[in-house]
């Protein structure tokens, strides 16, 4: 997640010192550099001699351009050049700042004149607090007698390819122009995220990311979140607003199976639990009048046992008969297609409900006759339809 921060740094008084600065070293005094050259030992003029130090200070002496390749590519550790360990430099960013550490210089090709000297490639490179590596490079700077110039500057993080340009720097010029008050940078800083999701949802990570995104901008242009959920720009950024669009492709002709046969068998557990109630309903009463012998009394005072049998039929057939149209009307007020989709699909699930229930009620009396106890025959009957009934799901 990147974090984008602008502040503004007043170089006014830079400009100043620089030009200050500037008019003290040049022209340069080569003559009194070649007196000191003089004055040291042999050693180290036959050091300065053989590294090309000496000769390049004659030719510049003698009003020539010298180019001093010594240290080119050679870095620099600013903190003990000064011999400064905690040197340290805030920059302020937004409402937090970033704090820079470990300065490293390293420098490219260096030609001097008496009234210049310029730098090819400089790269000031240091340490932050989380951030990575922060890099401030440089074309080409030159100092002379008007000021110093920058030409081509850039700073960012990682890849020279994404660092962020700013335009030429003239500081100290004795043309006359003012310095600027203050230099606008925009930092885009890189900031770590931890994005917790829910992994059995293909959309999820992408639509958290889609919302920290958007977080992100309304932190970035205060933004409110309000005005960012509806879709209109705020007060403070009238012309630009972040909006998301969410368009999924449809699906596939066997993604769009996969979804039925789920539905389809999930539709079948949730109508599975309820209709094992109904024929289990029927056997309590079948052994509640086995055992108080009211079945009995009722057969040795003339009942016909098919008359009796058919009377509890008939009467459990049109209860079951109102549990099947009560089902029907469920599954029309919701319209679920894997029931009643159309005029056929509809006729062939109430057909299949009255018939369960029809054949369901002379199994549940046979059931009747393995207990004695009308309230375990009803929670017996219920299990066994529910176990059979998994099963064959």
């Known amino acids: ?31 009194a550099l070649l007196g000191l050259l003089g004055a040291l030992p042999l050693e180290q ?7 090309g130090v000496a000769p390049a200070l004659r030719d510049v002496h003698a009003g020539g351009e010298a180019s001093i390749s010594a240290l080119e590519g050679v870095e620099i550790d600013i903190s003990a050049l000064l011999n400064a360990s905690d040197l340290a430099l805030s920059v302020p960013l937004g409402e937090e700042t970033l704090t820079l550490t470990s300065p490293t210089l ?4 260096i030609r001097v004149s008496r009234a210049a000297v310029a730098i090819s490639a400089p790269n000031l490179t240091f340490a932050s607090d989380g951030a990575g ?14 000021g110093i110039s920058v030409a081509a500057p850039a700073y960012g993080l990682g890849d020279p390819a994404e660092w962020s340009r700013l335009p030429d720097v003239d500081v100290g010029s004795a043309s006359g122009a003012p310095p600027p008050d203050s230099l ?25 990311l889609g919302e920290v995104s958007a977080a992100a901008w309304r932190l970035i242009h205060n933004e409110t979140a309000s005005a960012a959920s509806a879709g209109a720009p705020s007060s403070s950024s009238a012309d630009t607003y972040y909006r998301v669009h969410n368009h999924p492709l449809p699906l596939t002709a066997a993604q769009s199976a996969q979804v039925q046969v789920v539905l389809a068998f999930l539709a079948g557990i949730f109508v599975l639990i309820p209709l094992s109630y109904a024929p289990a309903a029927v056997a309590p009463l079948i052994v509640k009048e086995r055992n108080s012998k009211a079945k009995h009394l009722q057969l040795v005072s003339g009942t016909n046992p098919v008359v009796y049998w058919l009377a509890h039929y008939l009467w459990d057939a049109g209860m079951s008969s109102l549990v099947s149209i009560g089902v029907m009307a469920v599954f029309g007020l919701y319209g679920e297609p894997g029931f009643v989709g159309n005029a056929a699909q509809a006729g062939a699930t109430a057909l299949v409900l009255w018939l369960y229930g029809l054949a369901a009620i002379p199994l549940a009396y046979c059931y009747s006759h393995l207990f004695l106890s009308h309230s375990t025959a009803q929670i017996g009957v219920l299990v066994f339809n529910l176990t059979t009934g998994f099963v064959m799901v």
């Open 45 to 51: 003029r036959a050091v300065l001699e053989l590294s």
């Open 106 to 109: 390293r420098l490219g090709e």
């Open 1 to 31: 997640l990147a974090r984008s921060f602008a502040f503004e740094q007043g170089i006014g008084l830079l400009g100043e010192q620089v030009g200050a600065l500037a008019g003290s070293l040049f022209p340069l005094d080569t003559g």
């Open 133 to 146: 590596p922060v890099a401030v490079s440089a074309g080409r700077v030159t100092l002379s007698e008007s």
């Open 184 to 208: 606008r940078i925009e930092a885009c800083v890189a900031a770590e995220m931890t994005v917790l999701f829910n992994a059995s949802s293909p959309h999820a990570n992408a639509a958290m």
